[in-house]
């Protein structure tokens, strides 16, 4: 899935019991 795609690359981590995950990233925008 998309959100295991971004674990693996380390931008999310993994989910919690609650399926909640932790953003590692948050410059995700696409402004650059």
């Given at each position: 899935?998309?959100?295991?795609?971004?674990?693996?690359?380390?931008?999310?981590?993994?989910?919690?019991?609650?399926?909640?995950r932790?953003?590692?990233?948050?410059?995700?925008?696409?402004?650059?």
């Amino acid at each position: 899935s998309l959100m295991e795609r971004m674990e693996q690359e380390g931008i999310v981590g993994p989910a919690n019991h609650a399926g909640k995950r932790e953003i590692l990233l948050d410059h995700l925008s696409m402004d650059d």
